[in-house]
């Protein structure tokens, strides 16, 4: 049991150093990005002719309709706030939320809800799961991200989890028992980068890099800076 503590210990290290060199390299990027007009017009042309083939526009992609089972939500605000808000799903897959959004990446302890919501805002994918899921299927769940992916991995509060492994994006979500189950995959091929919702191609990082707990402890969401903005 120590030593799979310690392990799981160096293997959180290793994933927070890896955000943080992406954090670096996002500000790299963004500098870059904003050199000319025409570099950004150029990436932005590029972003929506990928997400619109890996969508099925160009073939080879997955529609919402082929996923089985697949859970829709309609209306959702996306206002920012500041105080807790009572979302209408477990987890939420989209509403109100906070102006900080939570970098993707994995997670060895539950997020903020309030700033995960902001990540789907932005067309990231976040697959929660049952703090009891054993630990062979929490390194597949793990694996699905990769660096640059707009994929957050993060343990939910077992006892509002309807299944052991939950995807959410913004106004989708599915429930599973394993990650094996392809309906995670075509999750991921439908929703990750989606063109649809609220602010298609935001950032994934440079925002918070904290789980819930460390949050806490640094003062909650009041000792957060109004600089990160959507």
Known sequence: MAKNAAERRRKAEE???QREREERRSRILRVTAFTGA?????GLVGFGIWTAYDRGLGGGGVQ??????????DGLTNQHVTQPVDYKMTPPAGGDHHAVWQNCGVYDAPVSTMNAVHSLEHGAVWITYK??????????LESLYNQGSYVMVSPYDEAEMPAPIVASAWGNQIEVKSPGDERLSQFLRAFERSPNVPEPGAACTGGLDMTAAELEEAGGLDALTGGMQR
């Open 15 to 17: 994933r927070r150093r």
């Open 38 to 42: 025409g570099v950004l017009l150029a």
């Open 131 to 140: 703090p009891g899921l054993a630990e062979s299927k929490v390194e597949k």
């Open 64 to 73: 919402a309709s082929d996923i089985e089972n697949l859970k829709t939500y």
